[in-house]
Protein backbone atom coordinates (compact mmCIF):
# COMPACT_ATOMS: atom_id res chain seq x y z
CA UNK A 1 0.00 0.00 0.00
CA UNK A 2 1.35 3.53 -0.72
CA UNK A 3 2.62 5.98 2.11
CA UNK A 4 3.35 9.65 1.27
CA UNK A 5 5.21 11.29 4.40
CA UNK A 6 5.23 15.11 4.25
CA UNK A 7 7.38 17.26 6.92
CA UNK A 8 5.10 19.54 8.61
CA UNK A 9 5.71 22.78 10.06
CA UNK A 10 3.45 23.66 13.46
CA UNK A 11 3.86 27.13 14.51
CA UNK A 12 2.31 27.95 17.40
CA UNK A 13 -0.21 30.64 17.78
CA UNK A 14 -2.51 31.99 20.74
CA UNK A 15 -5.07 29.81 20.38
CA UNK A 16 -3.09 26.57 19.47
CA UNK A 17 -1.15 25.72 16.05
CA UNK A 18 -1.22 26.47 12.79
CA UNK A 19 0.20 24.00 9.99
CA UNK A 20 1.30 24.31 6.61
CA UNK A 21 3.62 21.84 4.66
CA UNK A 22 6.38 23.27 2.60
CA UNK A 23 7.00 20.75 0.58
CA UNK A 24 2.96 21.56 -0.66
CA UNK A 25 2.09 25.69 -1.10
CA UNK A 26 -1.64 25.53 0.01
CA UNK A 27 -2.15 22.75 2.18
CA UNK A 28 -2.37 24.19 5.62
CA UNK A 29 -4.53 23.44 8.72
CA UNK A 30 -4.95 24.40 12.54
CA UNK A 31 -5.81 22.34 15.61
CA UNK A 32 -6.10 23.66 19.35
CA UNK A 33 -3.74 21.87 20.83
CA UNK A 34 -1.01 20.05 19.35
CA UNK A 35 -2.25 16.20 18.59
CA UNK A 36 -5.28 17.61 17.07
CA UNK A 37 -3.26 19.88 14.86
CA UNK A 38 -1.19 16.56 14.04
CA UNK A 39 -5.08 14.78 13.26
CA UNK A 40 -6.01 17.86 11.32
CA UNK A 41 -3.06 18.04 9.37
CA UNK A 42 -3.00 14.47 8.36
CA UNK A 43 -6.52 14.68 6.86
CA UNK A 44 -5.32 18.42 4.99
CA UNK A 45 -2.33 16.30 3.76
CA UNK A 46 -4.52 13.84 2.56
CA UNK A 47 -7.18 15.99 0.90
CA UNK A 48 -4.68 18.06 -0.61
CA UNK A 49 -3.15 14.75 -2.04
CA UNK A 50 -6.36 13.24 -3.59
CA UNK A 51 -7.24 16.87 -5.08
CA UNK A 52 -3.84 16.93 -6.67
CA UNK A 53 -4.07 13.64 -7.92
CA UNK A 54 -7.79 14.17 -9.11
CA UNK A 55 -6.16 16.99 -11.03
CA UNK A 56 -3.81 15.26 -12.91
CA UNK A 57 -0.81 17.72 -11.07
CA UNK A 58 2.23 16.14 -10.51
CA UNK A 59 2.69 15.05 -6.38
CA UNK A 60 5.90 17.07 -5.25
CA UNK A 61 9.13 14.69 -3.92
CA UNK A 62 8.99 14.88 -0.15
CA UNK A 63 11.73 17.05 0.70
CA UNK A 64 14.17 15.92 3.55
CA UNK A 65 14.83 19.30 5.39
CA UNK A 66 11.96 21.89 4.92
CA UNK A 67 12.16 25.25 3.69
CA UNK A 68 10.50 26.91 6.77
CA UNK A 69 9.17 30.20 5.88
CA UNK A 70 11.61 33.11 8.01
CA UNK A 71 8.07 34.74 8.87
CA UNK A 72 7.36 31.63 10.74
CA UNK A 73 6.69 32.43 14.77
CA UNK A 74 9.47 30.78 17.28
CA UNK A 75 8.97 27.91 18.94
CA UNK A 76 7.81 26.14 15.80
CA UNK A 77 8.20 21.71 15.80
CA UNK A 78 8.75 20.28 12.21
CA UNK A 79 7.34 16.77 12.59
CA UNK A 80 6.39 14.07 9.74
CA UNK A 81 2.54 13.43 8.56
CA UNK A 82 2.14 10.63 7.00
CA UNK A 83 -1.44 9.44 5.12
CA UNK A 84 -1.89 6.36 2.93
CA UNK A 85 -3.59 7.96 -0.40
CA UNK A 86 -5.39 4.97 -1.61
CA UNK A 87 -7.10 4.74 1.93
CA UNK A 88 -8.15 8.34 1.75
CA UNK A 89 -9.21 8.07 -2.21
CA UNK A 90 -11.75 5.07 -1.53
CA UNK A 91 -13.28 6.99 1.83
CA UNK A 92 -13.41 9.97 -0.77
CA UNK A 93 -14.50 8.28 -3.90
CA UNK A 94 -17.50 6.26 -2.13
CA UNK A 95 -18.69 8.84 0.43
CA UNK A 96 -22.45 9.46 -0.05
CA UNK A 97 -23.17 12.11 -1.88
CA UNK A 98 -26.94 13.96 -2.14
CA UNK A 99 -27.95 14.11 -5.31
CA UNK A 100 -31.62 15.69 -6.46
CA UNK A 101 -34.06 13.74 -8.49
CA UNK A 102 -37.43 14.41 -10.00
CA UNK A 103 -40.66 12.43 -10.28
CA UNK A 104 -44.40 12.44 -10.70
CA UNK A 105 -46.39 13.10 -7.70
CA UNK A 106 -48.64 9.85 -8.10
CA UNK A 107 -45.52 7.38 -8.49
CA UNK A 108 -43.70 9.42 -5.09
CA UNK A 109 -47.00 8.63 -3.54
CA UNK A 110 -47.61 4.84 -4.64
CA UNK A 111 -43.67 4.63 -2.98
CA UNK A 112 -43.62 5.79 -0.06
CA UNK A 113 -46.97 4.10 0.92
CA UNK A 114 -44.61 0.83 0.05
CA UNK A 115 -41.65 2.36 2.11
CA UNK A 116 -38.89 2.67 -0.88
CA UNK A 117 -35.60 3.64 -0.34
CA UNK A 118 -35.36 5.86 -2.82
CA UNK A 119 -30.96 5.79 -2.54
CA UNK A 120 -31.02 2.21 -2.76
CA UNK A 121 -33.51 2.11 -6.14
CA UNK A 122 -31.59 4.46 -7.80
CA UNK A 123 -28.24 3.17 -7.31
CA UNK A 124 -29.78 -0.30 -8.35
CA UNK A 125 -30.91 0.98 -11.36
CA UNK A 126 -28.50 3.56 -12.11
CA UNK A 127 -25.58 0.64 -12.08
CA UNK A 128 -27.84 -1.64 -14.22
CA UNK A 129 -28.24 1.72 -16.51
CA UNK A 130 -24.38 1.67 -16.40
CA UNK A 131 -24.03 -1.89 -16.73
CA UNK A 132 -22.13 -2.05 -13.67
CA UNK A 133 -21.90 -5.57 -11.82
CA UNK A 134 -22.03 -4.42 -7.98
CA UNK A 135 -20.49 -7.15 -7.20
CA UNK A 136 -17.07 -6.33 -8.93
CA UNK A 137 -17.05 -3.31 -7.76
CA UNK A 138 -16.44 -4.21 -4.01
CA UNK A 139 -13.80 -1.79 -2.44
CA UNK A 140 -13.40 0.20 -5.83
CA UNK A 141 -14.97 3.13 -6.66
CA UNK A 142 -18.40 2.79 -7.73
Not at 14 to 38: H, I, K, R, W
Not at 39 to 53: K, N, P, T, V
Not at 65 to 76: K, L, R
Not at 101 to 110: C, D, G, H, R, S
Request: glycine share 8%; hydrophobic share 35%.
Amino acid sequence: MRKLTYLAVFEPTETGYSVYFPDLPGCTSYGEGFEEAQRQAADALGLHIYGMEKDGDKIPDQSKEPQVDPETASGYMVSPVTIFPDIVRNELDNRAVKTNLTIPAWLKEIAEAQGVNYSKVFQAALMDYLGINPSSMQGQKQ
